[in-house]
């Protein structure tokens, strides 16, 4: 345990587009403090030697410096900029990562970690390698073929992922090294291309993704409700 | 047009365990009107003739009655009594259908429903027979095997399902003449059973299923936001 590096690459990938603002989500407020900030307090107060590293897109590099500076002086945070997709913007940051350990990969539109989320993340990939928060889904689920056709699946086998996504770093390095395919949607899938198993562990249905300005709302009742 | 009949039978089936209260979630109060009254005004307002049915369980018949009566004084509902499964529920209220014509059913934990939905649905039934709303998912999906293995899901064949799932009588009246089984999870997969194709038409994000406090202040603003 004293030995171990870890490492949190925080993803700010999103440009907002879909919130009807010009504010990148991971940068609007949220109780008084933007997005982006939440989740590094969070890795933070977890562990007090971690290694922090935010990618931001290049246009956003100078504003997430302003504002980690501004809300989170404290703490030390390494900022890389990300690439044209979500794997290249995550090669970028884990280029920042040297040393073994574990390394948390987390979308900053993620605001509402919980220490027991990262605890288990933890935990699990310190055990299995890998542990890939997920979440059981209330809704009827169907799959739609090339035909049109639609499958019911059974929603109890579903199970809709979250981040932070977290691994040892020999497992998540040297997957890295390979070359980009479109079926890398998520650093799961890019683990599971070098063969190696993914360990699902229990993520939070509070742990939503802020990606309309409704969720923004429902984010601070949902912080508020906690306090 | 002038000789079909349209029925909504709304299922107000849930205990509202999850809600942390005792008050059944389609009773809760939202923009100071229970839940359920909701979904009965938005049928009535896409079709003046329309036959609503609310399906309730045994015990909220009672309250079931008296808050339309205060409500929604004006609206001719017919109240059934509900059974032990979702399947037995919706067969009792179809049993308060006679006539041809096109059925919705709905769920009364979900009060965000818009004329736009109902439209796509009443539509998609009249041409096709069968009208299930159903919306996209933003986050990554997983399906866990029996080994408990995990397979990604291509996210944009992926589906969640919503209501009104919407029918034509000659096909929803059969299907559920059938033998109730477990794999009877909504009424589609009732319809599927007897060989029918289903239609997915174009849900609305905003049509959520009240299942947790927060989705109450959710629904509360979303509802705020579009007037």
Known sequence: MNNIKIYAVIVAGGKGTRMGNKIPKQFLHLMGMPVLCHSVLAFKHAFKQINII???PKDDVDSAETILKSYVPKINVTIVTGGDTRFQSVKNGLNAVNGNGIVFI?????????QEVIQRCFEGAMENGTAIPAVSVVDSIRMVDDNGNTLPLNRDKVKIIQTPQTFRTEI?????????NSGFTDEATVVEAMGTKVQLVEGDIDNIKITNPADLILADIILKSSM
């Open 54 to 56: 935010v990618v931001a």
């Open 106 to 114: 987390h979308d900053a539109a993620r605001p509402l970690l919980s």
């Open 172 to 180: 998540i390095l040297p997957a890295f090294k390979q070359e980009y």
